[in-house]
């Protein structure tokens, strides 16, 4: 038959201060490496998302356009950062911190809010559409002969 004797602890029953402070500063280090990497991703994404919101409201207003057989215009307003069909009379608002820039596209007088102008048959008045974050950027480009919408990421 087998005994088995409990063991008491002895001196190394635990960490010193100094392995514990080996620890703590691995990982401070390793918070520092990854702290601004997050950071980037995360506004990676924003802008991403923002872009693809932009391309699909672009394409139903130019699936709207072509369903009911007539025009519609799609309004960037640079002053207000927004954004949606000219009849909703309500804009979509882009996130806080994204800048936005566009060009090629019809502009009114002053030059802040522009037009896309999708035809029946599918056509646009082309241009592109650059949302920015830091160092993120998407662009959200209309394809003036067929009207497509493609986004891409800059960078």
Known sequence: MRTCEIRTCGDDAGYTIVELL??????AVSAMIVGPRVSESRDAMTVNAAGHRLAAALAQTRAGSIADSAPRDFVLDLDKRGYGPDRDKALKQLAPGIALTASGFL?????????????PDGRATGGAIILRKSKSAVSVAVDWLTGAVRVRRLG
């Not at 502009?107 to 035809?119: A, I, L, N, Q, W």
Request: proline share 5%.
């Open 107 to 119: 502009s009114e007088p002053g030059g802040r809010r522009m037009r896309v102008r999708f035809r």
């Open 22 to 27: 080996v620890v703590l500063a691995v990982l």
